[in-house]
């Protein structure tokens, strides 16, 4: 079992920057086998997928409306995923979540095998 502890979030006005960590401790499997996803949560509002990468980081996936402004990486001897945040909005505000994927990755949350407890950012304007 993997467990993932997310790091980063606060407070940034729009426009900003902020780099979110995910720390996965080993279990029953290595961090190297999970494909890793970073989704988010807007308050009153449902899940949603904000980004993904391979197991071994050759490939990444990014939504729609973050394309261009997020970056997803990891460093697997550290067993960490980053998701580099930059030119903020107030619509990025959400608790956003880290998870593992035992294969490829997908865009699907339900699909993700393992969750982190979620770290608040909040954009103000």
């Known amino acids: 079992q993997v467990q993932l502890v997310e790091s980063g979030g606060g407070l940034v006005q729009a426009g900003g920057s902020l780099k979110l960590s995910c720390a996965a401790s080993?279990?029953?499997?290595?961090?190297?086998?999970?494909?890793m996803g970073w989704f988010r949560q807007p308050p009153g509002k449902e899940r949603e997928f904000v980004a993904s990468?391979?197991?071994?980081?050759?490939?990444?996936y990014y939504a729609d409306s973050v394309k261009g402004r997020f970056t997803i990486s990891r460093e697997n001897a550290q067993n960490t995923v980053y998701l580099q945040m930059d030119s903020l909005i107030p619509g990025d505000t959400a608790v956003y979540y880290c998870?593992?994927?035992?294969?490829?990755?997908?865009?699907?949350?339900?699909?993700?095998?393992?969750w982190g407890q979620g770290t608040q950012v909040t954009v103000s304007s």
């Open positions: 998870a593992c994927k035992i294969g490829g990755p997908t865009t699907i949350s339900y699909e993700y095998n393992y």
């Open positions: 990468i391979s197991r071994s980081g050759g490939s990444t």
């Open positions: 080993r279990r029953t499997f290595t961090f190297s086998k999970c494909a």
